[in-house]
């Protein structure tokens, strides 16, 4: 397995690095709650989290723009989208929640190796239970929490 893994945009302009291994590597869940139900149009988000200071721009470092909101976020925290000026993808998330601070969050989906969805950040954990579809059942082997543990 490689050290490292890349992140790419949907039209290929900006792409990170992140280590794979190490403490560099934190939590890795899918989220239910309703910010990532309106961010990513969809009823949940995979994602993995990474040290800040551990995500490295290969390319692209000046077309990254960024959104911060904090109404609606149900922590009441800030948070921060980087994201392609080019396209709108996604490239990682940072928050001032306390719990989450120094952690870039990414979302599994951007992963150029997708085999590390199924390895090394295959989720743990399910988030924000309590805003899951009930026609959609938990994913078997993961830890379920209501809210963030």
Known sequence: MADSATQTCFCGDVSVRV???GDAVGFRFICHCNDCHRFTASLMACNYCIKDENVEFVKGKDL????????EIESGYAMTNHFCKQCGSLIFRRAENPALKGWSILRCGGLDDVKLRDT????TMELFTKYREDWLP???GLDQH???P
């Open 19 to 21: 280590p794979t291994s």
């Open 64 to 71: 990254v723009s960024t959104y911060t909101k904090k109404e």
């Open 138 to 140: 938990q994913v078997p």
């Open 146 to 148: 209501e809210a963030m």
């Open 120 to 123: 090394v950040f295959k989720p």
